[in-house]
């Protein structure tokens, strides 16, 4: 009896690491494991038998029994670890991944001249005391005209040509538009306020328009708006040209011209000197000499009217700057229609 246990763990044994050997993924590696080491495996039958043996036999067997145990457990971990390797050094080589190959750097994207800009103009302004708010694009009839002295039919309103969007009220009453400049956030800004008011309105604007070398249908103004007693047209010219140096430095020349804006009185334009022909006149400029940069004015008394300020006692200046003809003036760029293409080649000059 005593021999016939000792020879079938020598048995076990041999047959085990035998087959072991021959053994080349985990899934059979598994079903050896069971087959020896499992709740039912040939090994654990033989230490379970343990209890049914004269006290002498049970000794040696199971001392036997544990220590083929133990040999077979430290094949099966050692068989597994190796298998592992084998298989990830497998993977990697059937994978078309190349990990000793240096990465794909990352393109980092920098930013828009456009925004570059305003954030300069907004940093120029904040230093004079102004605050920057913003405002919807998408603007009712009423804000965009009526408010700013332009009721229905009114000739002035061909000025802008306008992209409407097909909604209004339930009356049929309201109609709305992209907004064809910023100038309806100074009625919205004096409707929530009261003076005194130092304030841009930075934002995107849409016009139905033919686009040409200075011309989007897309483009970006800065509103400005200051309302207190006893402001004067001296104010407007005086922070607007400090805007101008602050921007474009001493040097440049700054035109100032009467112009017509229904919620102003007076109005004016005011033009930097050409880029390319520092006022000779060239194709740039359309043989002007200057490039208009912004529309300004004294703010007219009825538009205090609309807001519920009283012109008697409150005066005030708005302009509104086109911010692209900024960056053009700045780094000479001959068309405007380059800042949305999204061309890199342009975009990444900056
Ligand atoms: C206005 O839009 C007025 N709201 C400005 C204003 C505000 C006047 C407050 C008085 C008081 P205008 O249409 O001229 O005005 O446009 C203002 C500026 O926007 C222009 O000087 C120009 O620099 C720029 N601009 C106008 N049209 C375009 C366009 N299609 N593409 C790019 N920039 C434009």
Redesign the pocket.
Known sequence: MGTENTQKLERIQSEALEKLDTINDLKDLENWRVTYLGRKGTLTQVLRGLSQLPIEERRDIGSRGNQLKSLLEQKLSEKEESLKQADLERKLEESSIDVTLPGYSIQLGRTHPTTKILRQVCDIFASMGFEIVEGPEVEWDSYNFEALNMPKGHPARD??DTMWVDYTDENGERPMLLR????PM?IRFMERRDPPIRVIMPGK?Y?Y?A?DA????M?Y?V??LAIDKGITMADLKGTLYEFARKLFGEDRKIRFRC?Y?P??EP?V??AIDCFVCHGEGCSVCGGDGWI??????MTHPDVLRWVGYDPDVYTGF?????L??IPMLMYGIDD?RLFYNNDMRFLKQF
């Open positions: 000025m802008w064809t400049h910023t100038s100074e604007v016009r328009e686009t200075t011309h989007e249908s483009f103004q509103e400005g112009d804006f919620f102003v109005g334009e005011v208009e940069i912004l529309g300004a004015g708005a302009f509104g700057i086109g692209e003809r405007i």
